[in-house]
C-alpha cells in the first residue's frame, strides 16, 4: 500500500490518496477529499493500469484527461499526488515526498 497525503494549498482542502496492488496488477484507489471537484475525478479512477498512468505514451495519462472536466485550477497538485502514489505502489519509484513552495514578494 502506498499513501499520497497532498495539501492543495490555499483552498484548504486535504485529499488522502490509499493505492494499493491488485492480483491482476493493477492499482486500486481510494481517495478521500473535502473537495468535490476531487471526489469526482476520483470516482472514474477506482482501479487503474499503472503504466497507462505513470508514463508518457502516445496519449496523456487518464488521470490528467479526465483532470479538465473535474478540477477548475489546472495547478492543482492532487492529480500528480494521486500519480505520485500510483507509481510508488507500482514499484516504478521509491516513496519519497515532494512539495511546492510558494512565496510572493514585493520587490
Not at 15 to 38: P, R, Y
Not at 63 to 75: K, N, R
Not at 77 to 88: D, H, R, Y
Not at 98 to 106: F, G, L, P, T
Amino acid at each position: 500500500m502506498a499513501k499520497a497525503e497532498i495539501d492543495a494549498g490555499i483552498c484548504g482542502f486535504k485529499t488522502t490518496c490509499i493505492a494499493t496492488k491488485n492480483a491482476d496488477g493493477t492499482i486500486h484507489l481510494a481517495v478521500e477529499s473535502g473537495c468535490k471537484a476531487v471526489m469526482k475525478l476520483a470516482e472514474q479512477f477506482e482501479n487503474v493500469e499503472p503504466i497507462k498512468e505513470v508514463f508518457w505514451r502516445k496519449s496523456l495519462p487518464g488521470i490528467y484527461q479526465a483532470t479538465p472536466q473535474c478540477l477548475s485550477h489546472p495547478a492543482c497538485p492532487v492529480p500528480s499526488g494521486i500519480l505520485k502514489a500510483i507509481e510508488v505502489e507500482a514499484g516504478f519509484a521509491l516513496p519519497k515526498d515532494a512539495s511546492i513552495k510558494v512565496s510572493k514578494s514585493n520587490e
